[in-house]
């Protein structure tokens, strides 16, 4: 099994990623947590189109990282030389890796450069299970070049890491869906999971909002640091979804989410 997900990782990455978005998209449709306004198909052709742009960009991305990791995998590394498993490196690395993305996750909102290329993800004014790849191609890649002398120094074995990239996208799917919950089945699963009401209270319009709940497998931190907020359940399907600005149409083009970072929400509408 494990020879099979490492030979064929990338190939289960594009099926877990686009197949698992498909699943959820019908999902929403039978039961949806929201009701858009207006018709989505746009929105959805941009969001999927600049999914399937960041995945060859990403893909390209972790071939190299692969062939350095078997490249500088060696006795120095921190697994070889405490002889952890891959049970354990496994376990340690899903939350080595959500404790880097939160605080990567608060810096992109905290630095003006940086926000400008993550509010590409919050100015779509819906969220749904399409939202969870709406990113500029250049997040993924500050994200990589920051995680990526870790992984190295840690030298979790490939197939780890593919099981922990295939658990992040899984996780990504569920709690950017537009799916509904019963509302003690929530309460109780945000504890260990970021539910879709959990990740929703991030993509807010209103800023004490959107600077909230910035884990998106497992809330732990967002609890430890006291940035989890929460709305009544039966207010959040009201919650106007965005940022204030960029909320036209056009907006959601390709070509705009693309060039959304050189420009100011003024010279965009």
Known sequence: MADYIQNNYYELQFAIIFGGMFVFFILEGFIPRRNPSQNQTGRWFNNIGLAFFNHFIVLFYSIGLGFVIQKLHSDTTLVRHFQISD????????????????????????????????????????????????????????????????????????????????????????????????????????????????????????????DSNFCVMFPIFDYVFGTATRLPYNELPEMEIGLEYFREPKNNRLDQLLLMPLLSEKSIN
Do not use: C
């Open 87 to 210: 049970i354990n490196i496994f376990i340690f690395l899903v939350f080595l890796m959500e404790f880097i993305t939160y605080w990567l996750h608060r810096a992109f909102h905290k630095f003006p450069l940086l926000w400008k290329i993550h509010a590409v993800h919050h100015s779509d004014i819906e969220i749904d299970v399409t939202t969870g790849h709406r990113h500029h191609p250049l997040e993924p890649m500050i994200n990589g070049l920051i995680a990526t002398p870790l992984i190295i120094f840690l030298g979790a074995p490939v197939i780890v890491i593919a099981m922990v990239n295939i658990l992040h996208a899984a996780i990504a799917h569920f709690s950017h869906s537009n799916i509904v919950l019963p509302k003690r089945l929530d309460s109780y699963l945000r504890k260990f999971i970021a539910t879709p009401d959990f990740h929703r209270m991030h993509h807010s319009s209103q800023r004490k909002y959107t």
